[in-house]
């Protein structure tokens, strides 16, 4: 048994395009891995699933304090599922709560950081969740803002754009690797590529451009369109929309670009995000 490796975003970030590119890469399939069977290679840590089999049944009767408090042993049984490590996607930030920690310390070996410009983050996030840019901004800069409990996920806590950013740089640096967005669109080779060494995988050339090319946007958009994606969102048409960088530019009003700036400065400068 290995750990957790988690991956870590604050949503639309490029989560589920890392997913696909790790399972096509770790595999190393004649094609392409599709977006429906990446929930068996990479786990999600707020599905209900493993809290259930932690609480021995219903989660029904339990108040959300209690539901937390199985958070450990969930992230246990999820460890416990593989002779190696196991990734485990998620959007929560790196806090606690009723004490309990949303990452298990005992249970983690690492994590890979996926960041994204919240200018662009938040055209996504309009259309994800059916808000108007307005709504998906308020969403953004809100301290408390979490997605609610539903049928198949456990409540999910992101806070703004930037508290989860600098949550998440509070992991020990020695087990963390950062990534950006935009450079896993314009540097796919290096990006990915850096992120294999991460992992302390065995890194070939061919078997990198493969499973980039099969985890492309563009075949991903493809097997939605054909399929569906069952973790699309019913608010929305597509959950492979666009997969570009800098639609701001054109999107948002320069109010809209202020509040942004304004709410998330220091982390947008950190990360090369200031408007130019």
Same mark, same amino acid.
Request: no cysteine; proline share 5%.
């Given at each position: 048994?290995?750990g957790?490796?988690?991956?870590?975003?604050?949503?639309?970030?490029?989560?589920?395009?890392?997913?696909?590119?790790?399972?096509?890469?770790?595999?190393?399939?004649?094609?392409?891995v599709?977006?429906?069977?990446?929930?068996?290679? @990479?786990?999600?840590?707020?599905?209900?699933?493993?809290?259930?089999r932690?609480?021995?049944?219903?989660?029904?009767?339990?108040?959300?304090?209690?539901?937390?408090?199985?958070?450990?042993?969930?992230?246990?049984?999820?460890?416990?599922?593989?002779?190696?490590?196991?990734?485990v996607?998620?959007?929560?930030?790196?806090?606690?709560?009723?004490?309990?920690?949303? %990452? @298990?310390?005992?249970?983690?070996?690492?994590?890979?950081?996926?960041?994204?410009?919240?200018?662009?983050?938040?055209?996504?996030?309009a259309?994800?969740?059916?808000?108007?840019?307005?709504?998906?901004?308020?969403?953004?800069?809100?301290?408390?803002?979490?997605?609610?409990?539903?049928?198949?996920?456990?409540?999910?806590?992101?806070?703004?754009?930037?508290?989860?950013?600098?949550?998440?740089?509070?992991?020990?640096?020695?087990?963390?690797?950062?990534?950006?967005?935009?450079?896993?669109?314009?540097?796919?080779?290096?990006?990915?590529?850096?992120?294999?060494?991460?992992?302390?995988?065995? %890194?070939?050339?061919?078997?990198?451009?493969?499973?980039?090319?099969?985890s492309?946007?563009?075949?991903?958009?493809?097997?939605?369109k054909?399929?569906?994606?069952?973790?699309?969102?019913?608010?929305?048409?597509?959950?492979?929309?666009?997969?570009?960088?800098?639609?701001?530019?054109?999107?948002?009003?320069?109010?809209?670009?202020?509040? %942004?700036?304004?709410?998330?400065?220091?982390q947008?400068?950190?990360?090369?995000?200031?408007?130019?």
């Open positions: 048994m290995g957790i490796i988690w991956l870590a975003s604050y949503p639309k970030s490029g989560n589920t395009w890392m997913r696909s590119f790790l399972h096509n890469f770790i595999l190393n399939k004649p094609e392409s599709h977006i429906n069977e990446l929930a068996q290679f @990479t786990y999600g840590d707020s599905q209900k699933y493993w809290y259930e932690a609480a021995g049944g219903s989660l029904t009767d339990l108040t959300p304090e209690q539901l937390m408090r199985l958070t450990p042993k969930a992230q246990r049984l999820m460890t416990s599922s593989r002779r190696d490590s196991v990734f996607k998620t959007h929560n930030k790196m806090v606690a709560n009723w004490g309990v920690p949303f %990452i @298990t310390a005992e249970e983690t070996v690492g994590a890979i950081f996926m960041v994204r410009n919240p200018l662009d983050v938040v055209i996504s996030l259309h994800h969740f059916g808000y108007s840019l307005d709504e998906a901004i308020d969403f953004m800069n809100n301290p408390k803002a979490e997605t609610p409990e539903d049928e198949h996920k456990i409540p999910q806590v992101y806070g703004t754009w930037s508290d989860h950013a600098a949550s998440w740089e509070k992991f020990n640096p020695v087990h963390l690797h950062t990534v950006r967005y935009e450079d896993m669109l314009l540097k796919p080779a290096k990006t990915f590529g850096s992120v294999g060494k991460f992992l302390k995988l065995p %890194i070939k050339k061919n078997r990198l451009i493969k499973a980039i090319k099969q492309s946007f563009k075949v991903l958009q493809a097997q939605e054909r399929d569906g994606f069952v973790e699309g969102s019913d608010k929305s048409q597509s959950f492979f929309r666009s997969g570009k960088a800098g639609q701001w530019k054109s999107a948002l009003n320069d109010k809209q670009v202020t509040r %942004i700036v304004d709410a998330h400065y220091d947008m400068k950190k990360h090369g995000y200031l408007p130019k």
